[in-house]
């Protein structure tokens, strides 16, 4: 059963856009979710992250929104810039699980210029 | 500063052969993980370690072992390959357990079963 769902296998963007990723869960004992960028042949490295506690987290380009009554979060990226084409994967943890992250299924999002 | 280092980058085996995939991170990380990633379905967690000797089971953790003497190390052993294990193995470390501080990640070994 995935506890962590990206519905969207891929976006496509124009640069200079908004780029929105979305991310569903259905544990509600998860504390934190990740957002983490990975490109072709390289390991998935940090991108920002928020707490159950709050509802929005803001990293320039880079905001997640977190509706914890729907279990649904999403990051927005703003602008698009070709160098943010890569797949992104939403994670999450409970409280003192940073070690055991339960990743979502990853979207492609390519920014078109 | 390396960070998380994985070695072999690429690896083909035979079914029914044994190997280890080495990790090692260099930033005094208590916690390190074990993840595979498969088409589809993401990165799921097969071993973890919140401390030399100490490690614990994963979602996925059938056909592969592990061990941890010293922080620097966690290898992932396959103790009989199968085709199955066909995957992209990622190794990953962070500094606390608290949910709120990201894991690093290593480049990832691709390891294929004929």
């Known amino acids: 059963d995935q506890q962590v769902k990206q519905n969207s296998p891929s976006l496509s963007v124009q640069e200079g856009r908004i780029s929105i990723l979305n991310c569903d869960y259905t544990n509600s004992m998860f504390d934190y979710f990740l957002w983490y960028k990975k490109y072709p042949a390289e390991g998935p490295t940090f991108l920002i992250s928020i707490s159950s506690i709050k509802d929005k987290n803001e990293d320039g380009r880079f905001t997640v929104f977190l509706n914890k009554s729907a279990k649904h979060l999403s990051l927005h990226i703003v602008p698009s810039q070709p160098g943010d084409s890569a797949v992104y994967f939403c994670a999450a943890s409970e409280i003192q699980g940073a070690q055991k992250l339960v990743f979502g299924q990853g979207t492609r999002l390519t920014i078109n210029p | 500063n390396a960070g998380v280092t994985q070695t072999p980058k690429f690896q083909v085996l035979k079914t029914g052969q044994s190997m280890t995939l080495q990790c090692a991170q260099d930033m005094n990380h208590e916690y390190m993980s074990w993840y595979r990633q498969d088409p589809g379905m993401g990165l799921r967690l097969i071993h973890y370690?919140?401390?030399?000797?100490?490690?614990d089971q994963g979602e996925v953790p059938n056909g592969y072992n592990v061990s941890r003497s010293t922080t620097e190390d966690f290898p992932l052993r396959l103790l009989s390959a199968a085709p199955s294990q066909t995957s992209v193995y990622f190794c990953?470390?962070?500094?606390?357990?608290?949910?709120?501080?990201?894991?690093?990640f290593g480049d990832g070994t691709r390891l294929s079963i004929l």
């Open positions: 370690s919140v401390g030399a000797g100490i490690t």
């Open positions: 990953a470390s962070s500094s606390s357990g608290w949910g709120n501080q990201p894991q690093h």
